[in-house]
């Protein structure tokens, strides 16, 4: 978990990843402040990581193909 928070930092630092909006009205406007924007894109890169694995834990099998 520590290692996917730190990648999460340098993606947010170095690659620009970050969440700028979320579609609910009020929610959009906290994410003008660079901290809520940086928490929660902390949140949602540890989240899809998690789930991914959960994913691919369950049945073994996780298939992207680009």
């Given at each position: 978990?520590?290692?996917?928070v ?21 929610v ?15 949140i949602a ?10 994913i ?11």
């Amino acid at each position: 978990m520590l290692f996917i928070v730190i990648s999460g930092i340098l993606a947010f630092f170095l690659a620009g990843a970050v969440v700028v909006r979320v579609d609910i009205p009020y929610v959009d406007a906290l994410f003008q402040f660079q901290l809520v924007s940086f928490i929660c894109s902390l949140i949602a890169i540890a989240g899809l990581t998690n789930a991914v694995n959960i994913i691919h834990g369950f049945n073994g099998k996780f298939n992207v193909s680009f």
